[in-house]
């Protein structure tokens, strides 16, 4: 029996408590953790973050947590802890140069989602695509086209390049051209085109439609009409107003006409 007790105690006053200690570290070190993450997940919840951003920090902070528990738990062991330190440093490195893209497209999804340049159900337009925000992920964003296609776009591409976003304002300005004959009158085309406008249930009275003379053209009279209206309606008003002044043109009389050069023939008569 003393033979057993002096062994506890020698396992306690050397290896034994450094293990001991160990294990309570990693324990408090689990709750600390455990608290943080509630912490995080409640402050994300009041500061209405999209969720894919706040799972993502939420994981990425608990495990880094998790390895400076298990780091200050073998360090409290007695284990030397400079070599893992090397090899995950190590580790890392390679990881991030075997990943680079898609670290890339890692980082610009989690500045976009922070950031928030537009959200789901937003109309954005890049220099090569257009369409719907259908999803933002971490590592890319859909777009859904007004064809019903659906696009793909790594986000490191997409946070580099300018992004022009239809839905931020909730109103966007529709811009139609309309080209009337010289020998009509175009105060008349005008009042038409402005009578349309008004009348147009989807067309927003402030601001006002305008429409005014804005070239002489080679061949027509171009007068430039912009109104504003939803961003949902966008569509539907530019395509009302083409067929609607169109039909109203024909009803007034009042020419939309085909490019056309009129040359003159001049008959030259040789001097003796």
């Known amino acids: 029996m003393d033979t057993f007790i002096n062994n506890v105690k020698t396992f306690f006053t050397n290896a034994g408590l450094n ?32 969720e894919a951003m706040s799972h993502f920090v939420i994981s990425l902070t608990d495990i880094i947590l998790k390895i400076i528990v298990l780091i200050c738990a ?107 004959s010289y020998d009509n009158d175009y105060k008349e085309a005008q009042k038409i085109i402005l009578e349309l406008c008004n009348a147009h249930k989807s067309v927003l009275k402030d601001p006002a439609p305008i429409c005014r003379l804005t070239e002489h053209g080679a061949s027509a009279l171009i007068l430039v009409t912009r109104v504003w209206t939803l961003t949902d309606d966008y569509w539907d008003v530019y395509f009302d107003l083409t067929e609607q002044v169109k039909d109203a043109f024909d009803a007034a009389g009042i020419g939309i006409p085909y490019p056309q050069m009129d040359v003159h023939i001049r008959d030259t008569v040789e001097k003796q």
């Open 74 to 180: 073998l360090a409290t062991m007695g284990i030397n802890t400079a070599s893992i330190i090397t090899v995950l440093g190590t580790c890392g490195v390679a990881i991030g140069l075997a990943l680079k893209d898609s670290l890339s497209n890692l980082a610009s999804g989690v500045l976009i989602i922070y950031n928030r340049p537009f959200k789901k159900g937003d109309y954005i337009e890049t220099p090569d695509v257009a369409g719907k925000v259908n999803t933002i992920n971490l590592f890319n964003t859909v777009l859904l086209t007004s064809d019903n296609k659906e696009i793909v776009i790594p986000n490191g591409t997409l946070a580099g390049e300018h992004i022009i976003n239809y839905s931020t304002t909730g109103t966007r300005r529709v811009e139609l051209k309309f080209g009337i």
């Open 19 to 50: 293990i001991l200690l160990g294990i309570i570290v990693i324990i408090v070190g689990l709750l600390i953790c455990k608290v943080v993450k509630i912490v995080l997940r409640r402050a994300f919840r009041r500061s209405k973050r999209d």
